[in-house]
């Protein structure tokens, strides 16, 4: 008898209602750059991260949270009214320690409160930087999970897949896989984990940060357990598991 | 200066409105079966194809419509009232020659509408039956191109992802081309075109026809140009350009 629990990967956030998330681990994946940027403020010890859609309620928590900084980033630029932008070069430990970090990020959050309403039981958060945390704590609790990539104003995205692959390469034989999502993300991850650094110039958000100078920036992204915590949803924020 | 026609790949039919499609050509793309189907009935002979996404319309239509065949299935079994399935096996010349094939399809139908609606200047089908006519056909227009994967009940599917793939790999010289979909959509197909209908045993839309013996289908969908015509809609039909 086959009980493995049920993994799906979901290539946009359009497409996540379409799978059933309760009683599932859901993975919010936004290499460019949230996920990563969270992962790497929480390692380098904030107190907790606050994940906002807008800057409103952005500049709002940020008044209301004593030792706050806000984030947010508009085309390559920290956004009016905030005080940081959504580099993960941003957030060493001389900075962010014992700070809480309120990050307007569009894409992840969105997918995070779709997760949410539709009964997620758990929602973490997963790039290169916190991959082994990722894989070994899906491997641990034995329930079904969901690699939901944030994408970019909803359109397919290649660092989140890989990302998704990345992790598939090192759990599938924990889960039930039948997805040809899956089975892609994994094969990109293969075909390409050799030269990560070099096959993310060939996408379509390299060339959109990059020309605000950023390529250290996502090169960082794409680099394996540099931040190496797991980041968890409860009550509105994101802390160390 | 550049000024090559765009192309996109668009992954399921929840993500074609994200895309601008007016002034396009878009591909419908449903590799098991629909898109099979309609290349070999035409390259056979039939005078017209009329896609329908319910059943009700499809008899009316059938009734309606002299030296018609009515076909559509449910689980691999002919839908009640119809006379016939979706199996491109179904349509050789000696029965469909001439005739009127009323078809009723999910997913394939629902891209088409959602195109029209949107705008697009043309309506064409594809698979890999007939994938240089739908290559040279492309090449010559110069106009932006959009191609539609049909997925299964909006899920990703590798199959049309696939020959999205095939395409792209013979006719990107002609088109710019910033759109991670597409990117993907080659790298998948480079990596398995040698060994195409084995890798098609992998995929989730193999194992959930395959119950029905459908082995031989689905090898023939993945066989390049053994339908090699362009069916193109027009007044609410696909006929042979």
């Known amino acids: ?11 946009s ?28 403020a929480l390692f380098n010890g904030a107190a907790k991260v606050i994940p906002v859609n807008d800057v409103a309620k952005c ?3 940020g008044n209301a949270t004593p030792n706050s ?8 630029k920290i956004i009016d009214g905030l005080s940081n932008g959504n580099s993960p ?22 997918l995070l409160h779709i997760a949410l309403k539709n009964g997620a039981d758990e929602v973490i958060t997963g790039s290169f930087p916190n991959l082994s945390a990722v894989c ?13 990539c944030s994408a970019w104003k909803d359109k397919f995205n290649l660092e989140d897949t890989l990302f998704a692959g990345a992790v598939i390469n090192r759990i599938k034989e924990n889960f039930t896989i039948h997805c040809d999502s899956s089975l892609m993300a994994e094969e990109m991850y293969l075909l390409h984990k050799h030269e990560m650094k070099n ?7 390299w060339h ?22 797991l980041p968890v949803y409860k009550n509105e924020t994101l802390i160390i598991l």
Chains 1, 2 share one sequence.
């Open 136 to 148: 070994d704590h899906l491997k641990l609790q034995n329930k079904n999970v969901v690699l939901a």
């Open 13 to 40: 956030p359009r497409l996540l209602d379409i799978y059933d998330v309760s009683n599932s681990i859901v993975v919010i994946i936004d290499v460019f750059r949230a996920t990563s940027t969270i992962a790497t």
């Open 69 to 76: 900084i806000t984030a947010g980033e508009r085309d390559g």
């Open 59 to 61: 500049i709002e928590l």
């Open 1 to 11: 008898m086959n009980n493995k629990p049920v993994l799906h990967t979901i290539l």
């Open 199 to 205: 096959f993310i110039r060939r996408t379509t958000h």
């Open 89 to 110: 070069a941003e957030y060493p430990r001389s900075f962010i320690e014992g700070k809480t970090l309120v990050l307007t990020t569009t894409n992840g959050t969105k």
């Open 208 to 229: 959109r940060l990059a020309a605000f100078g950023l390529e250290k920036d996502l090169e960082y992204c794409v680099s394996e357990d540099v931040a190496n915590i």
